[in-house]
T-cell receptor, first 112, second 112 residues
Framework: NAGVTQTPKFQVLKTGQSMTLQCAQDMNHEYMSWYRQDPGMGLRLIHYSVGAGITDQGEVPNGYNVSRSTTEDFPLRLLSAAPSQTSVYFC???????????FGPGTRLTVL | GQQLNQSPQSMFIQEGEDVSMNCTSSSIFNTWLWYKQDPGEGPVLLIALYKAGELTSNGRLTAQFGITRKDSFLNISASIPSDVGIYFCAARGGGSQGNLIFGKGTKLSVKP
């Protein structure tokens, strides 16, 4: 099992550009989530999904979109990047609930 | 909103020392989790606690779910160099709407 994979590992964007952060898991987990981590902060939940076709907002959803067309994939879309979205983004998954999540290696995003 | 207050923010360890850190809140939670994050990687689950008063060990790590359900403690015995990193507490309320929230982390470094 590859676990939770994220691409790209690093990305630099200009303000206003859009992009998609990819996340995939091969553990047949129903629950998937996206977090952002800023210096000196814990992880903050952006969006989550309890299964294919079902998504919901977390604590900091503004400026981000998600969709879940398959169990395996949960992409995060930045619609119009802003410098405030400079952060490290982590995707995570777990069997059915937010408990005991497995985290991916992260995507480090810089918006200029 | 719900917040987790994690302390200390940082600490220095000498090999062989015991380490203690804690996480407190004014809110009641049904689940407490402890994660460790190494530089450039995603958090890894160390211990999960599901019952008030529960004491659980994982090797040299021991964590407790506070009896009031508002706090949790993590102890590391006989620390070794590979214990350095950032330790996060996380907690979740009950029901389907209970998302995981994270503390800001305790950074463990080696004494110079």
């Amino acid at each position: 099992n590859a676990g939770v994979t994220q691409t790209p590992k690093f990305q630099v964007l200009k303000t206003g550009q859009s992009m998609t952060l990819q996340c995939a898991q091969d553990m047949n987990h129903e629950y998937m989530s996206w977090y952002r981590q800023d210096p000196g902060m814990g992880l903050r939940l952006i969006h989550y999904s309890v299964g294919a076709g079902i998504t919901d907002q977390g604590e900091v959803p503004n400026g981000y979109n998600v969709s879940r067309s398959t169990t395996e994939d949960f992409p995060l879309r930045l619609l119009s990047a802003a410098p405030s979205q400079t952060s490290v983004y982590f995707c995570a998954s777990s069997l059915t609930s937010p408990n005991e999540q497995f985290f991916g290696p992260g995507t480090r995003l810089t918006v200029l | 909103g719900q917040q987790l207050n994690q302390s200390p923010q940082s600490m220095f360890i000498q090999e062989g020392e015991d380490v203690s850190m804690n996480c407190t809140s004014s809110s009641i939670f049904n689940t407490w989790l402890w994660y460790k994050q190494d530089p450039g990687e995603g958090p890894v689950l160390l211990i999960a606690l599901y019952k008030a008063g529960e004491l659980t060990s994982n090797g040299r790590l021991t964590a407790q779910f506070g009896i009031t359900r508002k706090d949790s403690f993590l102890n590391i015995s006989a620390s070794i160099p590979s214990d350095v990193g950032i330790y996060f507490c996380a907690a979740r309320g009950g029901g389907s709407q209970g998302n995981l929230i994270f503390g800001k982390g305790t950074k463990l470094s080696v004494k110079p």
